[in-house]
């Protein structure tokens, strides 16, 4: 029996080439049962007519289909469905369930209610996305990462792509950040103290659950990075928010006991201080005098286009009191998720068994193309890319600004790629934030980045990594509008 060419048609949203598209069009109706064993499918003449496509590309997708045994070539008779093809589930699909467990009852633990906002999925869309750690594919290096990709996939590194690392890590990956990236921050580290983790916020994760219990106190900036802060709320630990200034973080105003301090020294999320030599010094001591570890994220320090950055915190540290976070995802890209923990030998133990219990390792392939983007120099390209034009985007960011007469609350002084604002004190960036969007234009409202029941909802962040030069100031026009409209209503915080 031939199967009729008219049951065969592509979807018309599907992903992937044509090869592709028609290998699984044939492949689902084999599982789904549309298509039975031993029946004859259309010639590849036929097909290749029906649906407007090239006859090579139909007989590729027949042969690949072959090779895995969904389909039979049949001497001068064409393609048959195989007699060994996966047989479609023999039960029908289950019923519909009720289900009557009392949640509220039955969960241990809660981990929803944070105050992690999240980012809108279509942010590419808006002509104006002033949102922060998002990829603009104009920079990004695909060729090269591509490249990267595909050796990773080679022979050669069969066995880094298939082993089972249990709780280590690729040893090229390592190499390099020990080798490479953290000499450019002032430190020096051995492989047993560098772990590799999947992205900063894994590694913030895994440090809370190694040094902190009910009993401890654990010291955030305020503002500061809200998902920090949802973990540690989450670890129960008691929570000693400091008020940062223009500085970042004042030892002075540290409690009188703290167990873990979290700070960005280099670059103060969200208000982009940056903690000065001096300071520096000042909040070890102070960390010693109270015997406190101290957790250093120091993210987007490669983004110093308008002056170097100062060497890390970690690499003034000569007690091992200093435990640094790193990553890649914000200079390569956020999807990518990989960042690293560097401490003291004990330490790295304790969170390289924690990580094996949970996930054991990142994907073999994703640290092994890493290493090769790194080492083969891209990485830096990109970097050096990315600050050109970052600088111009800053420039026109400032320019655009200061024509609104837009306040400014902090500014990297050594780059980065965003701006820290603040709003009239009745306007409530949270509740202009729809007509934003609809004028085109995303912000980050400030209010999740603060800690309390009293946060001020004026503040809001502007990032200029997604947004082209040429679209700053169109979109900063617009922001100003809406701002100047929020202000004359008196849109007052509630």
Same mark, same amino acid.
């Given at each position: 029996?031939?199967? /009729?060419?008219?049951?065969?048609?592509?979807?018309?949203?599907?992903?992937?080439?044509?090869?592709?598209?028609?290998?699984?069009?044939?492949?689902?109706?084999?599982?789904?049962?549309?298509?039975?064993?031993?029946?004859?499918?259309?010639?590849?003449?036929?097909?290749?007519?029906?649906?407007?496509?090239?006859?090579?590309?139909?007989?590729?997708?027949?042969? $690949?289909? #072959?090779?895995?045994?969904?389909?039979?070539?049949?001497?001068?008779?064409?393609?048959?469905?195989?007699?060994?093809? /996966? $047989? /479609?589930?023999?039960?029908?699909?289950?019923?519909?369930?009720?289900?009557?467990?009392?949640?509220?009852?039955?969960?241990?633990?809660?981990?929803?209610?944070?105050?992690?906002?999240?980012?809108?999925?279509?942010?590419?869309?808006?002509?104006?996305?002033?949102?922060?750690? #998002?990829?603009? /594919?104009?920079?990004?290096?695909?060729?090269?990462?591509?490249?990267? +990709?595909?050796?990773?996939?080679?022979?050669?590194?069969?066995? @880094?792509?298939?082993?089972?690392?249990?709780?280590?890590?690729?040893?090229?990956?390592?190499?390099?950040? =020990?080798?490479?990236?953290?000499?450019?921050?002032?430190?020096? %580290?051995?492989?047993?103290?560098?772990?590799?983790?999947?992205?900063?916020?894994? +590694?913030?994760?895994?440090?809370?659950?190694?040094?902190?219990?009910?009993?401890?106190?654990?010291?955030?900036?305020?503002?500061?990075?809200?998902?920090?802060?949802?973990?540690?709320?989450? &670890?129960?630990?008691?929570?000693?928010?400091?008020?940062?200034?223009?500085?970042?973080?004042?030892?002075?105003?540290?409690?009188?006991? =703290?167990?873990?301090?979290?700070?960005?020294?280099?670059?103060?999320?969200?208000?982009?201080?940056?903690?000065?030599?001096?300071?520096?010094?000042?909040?070890?001591?102070?960390?010693?005098?109270?015997?406190?570890?101290?957790?250093?994220?120091?993210?987007?320090?490669?983004?110093?286009?308008?002056?170097?950055?100062?060497?890390?915190?970690?690499?003034?540290?000569?007690?091992?009191?200093?435990?640094?976070?790193? !990553?890649?995802?914000?200079?390569?890209?956020?999807?990518?998720?990989?960042?690293?923990?560097?401490? @003291?030998? !004990?330490?790295?133990? *304790?969170?390289?068994?924690?990580?094996?219990?949970?996930?054991?390792?990142?994907?073999?392939?994703?640290?092994?193309?890493? %290493?090769?983007?790194?080492?083969?120099?891209?990485?830096?390209?990109?970097?050096?890319?990315? @600050? #050109?034009?970052?600088?111009?985007?800053?420039? =026109?960011? *400032? %320019?655009?600004?200061?024509?609104?007469?837009?306040?400014?609350?902090?500014?990297?002084?050594?780059?980065?790629?965003?701006?820290?604002?603040? +709003?009239?004190?009745?306007?409530?960036?949270?509740?202009?934030?729809?007509?934003?969007?609809?004028?085109?234009?995303?912000?980050?409202?400030?209010?999740?980045?603060?800690?309390?029941?009293?946060?001020?909802?004026?503040?809001?962040?502007?990032?200029?990594? &997604?947004?082209?030069?040429?679209?700053? +100031?169109?979109?900063? *026009?617009?922001?100003?509008?809406?701002?100047?409209?929020? *202000?004359?209503?008196?849109?007052?915080?509630?």
């Amino acid at each position: 029996m031939a199967i /009729p060419v008219e049951t065969f048609f592509l979807a018309p949203n599907a992903q992937g080439t044509l090869q592709a598209q028609i290998q699984q069009m044939i492949a689902q109706g084999i599982l789904s049962g549309r298509f039975r064993k031993g029946e004859k499918l259309p010639s590849s003449r036929k097909l290749a007519g029906h649906l407007g496509v090239s006859r090579i590309t139909v007989t590729l997708a027949l042969t $690949e289909l #072959q090779a895995n045994d969904y389909l039979e070539a049949r001497d001068r008779s064409g393609y048959f469905v195989s007699p060994n093809a /996966p $047989e /479609p589930p023999a039960f029908g699909a289950p019923g519909p369930v009720r289900d009557t467990i009392d949640w509220s009852r039955a969960l241990g633990r809660r981990f929803t209610g944070g105050d992690t906002p999240e980012k809108p999925q279509n942010w590419a869309s808006y002509p104006y996305p002033f949102i922060y750690g #998002q990829t603009d /594919p104009a920079l990004f290096d695909h060729a090269n990462w591509r490249h990267c +990709a595909l050796q990773a996939l080679g022979q050669k590194d069969f066995k @880094s792509l298939t082993s089972d690392y249990y709780d280590q890590d690729d040893p090229k990956l390592i190499e390099f950040i =020990a080798r490479h990236t953290l000499p450019r921050r002032g430190i020096l %580290a051995q492989s047993d103290e560098i772990l590799v983790t999947m992205g900063a916020q894994n +590694a913030l994760w895994l440090t809370a659950q190694v040094l902190l219990t009910q009993r401890r106190t654990a010291v955030i900036e305020n503002p500061c990075y809200h998902a920090l802060r949802d973990i540690l709320v989450q &670890s129960r630990c008691h929570l000693a928010p400091v008020d940062v200034d223009r500085d970042g973080l004042p030892p002075e105003a540290l409690p009188d006991h =703290a167990d873990v301090i979290f700070t960005t020294p280099s670059h103060q999320a969200p208000t982009n201080a940056t903690m000065p030599l001096a300071r520096r010094k000042a909040l070890l001591a102070k960390a010693a005098e109270m015997d406190a570890l101290i957790v250093e994220d120091d993210y987007e320090f490669e983004i110093s286009f308008l002056r170097a950055p100062l060497p890390a915190l970690k690499s003034l540290d000569t007690e091992g009191r200093v435990i640094y976070v790193g !990553s890649f995802s914000k200079s390569i890209f956020p999807g990518l998720r990989l960042g690293y923990l560097v401490g @003291s030998k !004990s330490f790295i133990r *304790e969170c390289r068994a924690l990580r094996a219990s949970v996930l054991r390792h990142p994907p073999g392939h994703i640290q092994r193309t890493t %290493a090769y983007f790194l080492s083969l120099g891209h990485y830096d390209s990109l970097v050096r890319r990315m @600050s #050109q034009v970052f600088t111009k985007r800053r420039h =026109a960011m *400032e %320019a655009a600004l200061a024509d609104h007469g837009l306040s400014v609350a902090g500014r990297g002084v050594f780059g980065g790629s965003s701006i820290w604002m603040r +709003a009239p004190d009745n306007v409530d960036i949270g509740q202009i934030e729809p007509e934003l969007r609809k004028a085109g234009v995303l912000v980050e409202p400030g209010k999740p980045f603060f800690y309390g029941t009293d946060r001020p909802r004026n503040f809001y962040r502007l990032a200029y990594s &997604s947004v082209p030069a040429e679209r700053i +100031a169109p979109g900063i *026009e617009r922001l100003a509008g809406e701002l100047a409209k929020a *202000e004359r209503t008196g849109e007052s915080p509630s």
